[in-house]
């Protein structure tokens, strides 16, 4: 989500995360899960699909880990949280510091949201710098 420019799976995936980001821009929540989310949506027609696969379960436990430490809360599900201009500048240093390097491990799209990160969010798509 700090680093989404527009970019993605496919079409579907890449159309879907647009809406997601424009309501996030807006002021709705993050309402934390288990499991696939909103996100992974248009990918959970193929059983192959990687949000079915371990690599992302360990990589949103090791976000929920991060994030809670930073934000001095337990992040789980049923937790909403405010992704307000605050948080995201708050959240978007830590990550740009690689605070967040455990919950990227494995993750194909890592070196491409570095690159986002080392060029200060520039056309990120949730709330916009």
Partial sequence: MLT???EGYTPAFIANYHRIAARLSAGEDIEI???PDDICAPLLQDPSAHCFSPGPARRDEAAAETIGR???????QGV?????ERLLRRL???FAMEEFKSACEGCEWSEFCSDIAGGGFRGVRVAPN
């Fill in 70 to 76: 930073l934000l001095r809360i337990t992040v789980g």
């Fill in 4 to 6: 989404f420019v527009g």
């Fill in 33 to 35: 899960v288990s499991g």
């Fill in 92 to 94: 978007r240093l830590r």
């Fill in 80 to 84: 909403r949280i405010s992704p307000d």
